[in-house]
Structure formats: C-alpha cells, structure tokens
C-alpha cells in the first residue's frame, strides 16, 4: 500500500478508538522507507503523542513490570513507559516499533497488551491507538518469525513505496530541489536494497533525505561533497547524484523563468527535470504572498515550453499537490489545461 493511502487508514484507525472499532495495525517494510515517519505524521497532524517502544530492547518484565508485596499479595508496578491518560494525553498513538526484531519471549509478553488493551492489572486508555511496525525475513535485519498468535491480533499492512508519495513530502518537508529532480530522473534509485549483497549504504527514502543534508553542508567542497554523497546512499548512487549536480551549471536562469520572461526549455533530458522540480520549488515559496499568482501563472506558462509535454504535466502534477486548489485560480491554468487535455485524457 503506497504511504499516502497508508496514512489515511492509520488516521482512521486512530479516529476509531473513540468509536470502539479500533484494530491494531502492524506495518510490514525494508530498511528505510518511512514506517516509523508516517507514525510521526499522522500523531503531529492530529497533535497527539507517540510512545515508540522498541520491542527489540525490551525484557518481558520491562513490560509486564515488577512485581512487589502488598501485604499477603503480590502486586505489579505498571511501567511508566505505557499510555496513561493523566501523565501523556487522553489520546495518543503506543507504536510496537521493530516488533519482529523481539525476541519470542517479548513478544508473548506484548500479546494481551495488543488485543486485550491490557496487561495484568494495566488497561491501555480508550483514546489510544496501537500500531507496529517491523522488517521482513527477506531484509537482511535481526528478526524473527512472528508467532501466529501474536500475528493474529492484527490487521497487516505491506508498506510500498511510491515516488509521487516521496515527492510530495519532500517538496513539504524542503528537501533539496535538485535531489528531488535526480530522483525524478532516476526514479528507480529511491530505493535499490539488494539483501544477498546487504550493503552498508543504500539508496533509501531515509539515505536520500541524509544525502539532502551534505548537499547543504558542502556546497562549494566537491571532493568532500562525492565522498559523503557516497556514504549516504552507496557508491554508485552517490556518483550519480554528484555528476547530476555538476552539471546543473548549465540550467535556465530560474528568475527570469517566474519573471516571466522569454526562456526557451533545456533540450537535456536531467536538466529538464532539474528545472521542473526547481520550478515546484520556486512556486511553494510564493505560496500565500501577493506574487504568488503572477509567479506560478509564469511557471505555467513555461510548462508547456518543454519538448515532451509529459514534462509539464509532470511540473504541474507537482504544483498541485503541493499547493492543492489555489493553483486552479490562477488565471493561466485553465489555458495549460486545454493545451495538454488531449494528453491527459489519453492517459486516463
């Protein structure tokens, strides 16, 4: 399932606590495409918190607590670590982070807690929802078969990873332009994980994000920007990326693209993609600003000057989704829109 269908199913089940129809949900992925990422997102938008619990790290009495006499009995201390509605919030999200990475007697011990919402005398509040997540045997990670049991109290959801859905978050997120448009013009390098080979670095939605921060750390130290390109994302992917980057010298003067004056496209198919992306760059930062439909209406304008006209459907694809519907007010839309309907019909 692709993160932006992911998100709003994990929104609802979290919405659905309070309705009593909660089921938990245990996210299945590789290394690195954003399990844990899209826990955060959908408790920051619903201005909630998380307790991530790292299952792998645990004994069975972390969860269960320790046990101690009260008077003829024997009583357990709740750990502190699980949902209280007085101490954390009324509602919250308990993610079972790397839950397939807990040993078995760890796992058994999480079983009540996941479909009963309790454990011995502890009830998880009614506000809160529980969702795990964790690597597959195929992955190369530290993980054990999960137990029937324990797989049975939950709904199971395989995370795919889609560039669109990596797009849209970067451009919200400021990642570099110019790794967006690298992807774009290698799509297939968002994730490449060979676990025969297990290598230390990888491309990833993760490792991707890493390569956006030595971009801005070493923008003028080229030998020192490929070396730390590369061990972000593996050897060959960081070479790629830093031949891509030397090369955008070569692109149109970006300003006088939203000025709205006369540029002719690139011919270069990675340049293309490198002006479109900066262009989606260019038209978020506008958003909400008195300029911004004299700008975006020149990036539109623009949009239909590219050779293939699946670029500019492209470009403002991205627009949209990172704008949403301000951009169908802007005057020259309706003009970009007749000039590809044909195209966007046949492809529909």
């Known amino acids: ?42 408790a920051a938008k619903n201005e909630v918190p998380v307790i991530d619990i790292r299952l792998s790290q645990m004994e069975p009495s972390d969860l269960r607590g320790i046990p101690f006499r009260e008077k003829d009995r024997v009583e357990w201390a709740v750990p ?20 397939t990475s807990a040993p ?34 195929g992955d190369r990670g530290v993980t054990y078969t999960m137990p029937a049991p324990l797989a049975n109290r939950f709904a199971h959801i395989e995370f795919d990873i889609n560039l669109d859905d990596w797009v849209h978050w970067a451009y919200a997120n400021y990642i570099d332009d110019r790794v967006i448009a690298f992807l774009r013009f290698r799509p ?25 921060r030595a971009l801005q750390k070493f923008p003028e130290q080229h030998e020192l920007l490929l070396g730390s390109l590369q061990a972000c994302v593996g050897e060959a992917a960081g070479v790629e990326l830093y031949a891509f980057v030397q090369n955008l010298d070569k692109m149109p003067d970006l300003d006088a693209i939203t000025r709205g004056e006369a540029v002719a496209a690139p011919k270069e198919i990675d340049l293309q993609y490198a ?8 038209a978020i930062k506008v958003k909400g600003t008195d300029t911004a439909n004299e700008v975006q209406g020149n990036i539109l304008d623009f949009a239909q000057k590219f050779p293939q006209r699946e670029m500019g459907v492209m470009l403002v694809s991205d627009m949209h989704r990172a704008i949403g519907e301000d951009l169908f007010e802007v005057p020259q839309f309706s003009q970009w829109a007749n000039a590809v309907a044909d195209l966007m019909l046949y492809e529909g």
Request: charged letters at 20%; a negative charge; zero cysteines.
């Open 188 to 212: 297939d390098l968002l994730f490449e994980f060979d676990p025969a080979h297990n290598p230390v670095s990888f491309p990833s939605p993760r490792s991707w994000e890493f390569a956006h």
């Open 104 to 137: 078995p007697s760890v796992s058994a011990a999480a079983y009540q807690l996941i479909l009963d919402r309790r454990l011995g005398e502890y009830t998880v509040p009614e506000g809160w929802a529980i969702f795990a997540a964790g690597n597959r045997q």
């Open 80 to 99: 502190a670590m699980l949902p209280d509605a007085e101490r954390h919030a009324q509602q919250g999200i308990l993610f079972l982070d790397e839950i």
């Open 275 to 282: 002006v479109a992306s900066a262009l989606v760059g260019r």
């Open 1 to 42: 399932m692709r993160p932006s269908q992911l998100f709003t199913i994990l929104e609802r089940e979290f919405f659905s606590t309070r309705e009593g129809h909660h089921t938990p949900v245990m996210i299945w992925g590789p290394p690195g495409v954003g399990k844990s990422q899209i826990i955060a997102e959908v």
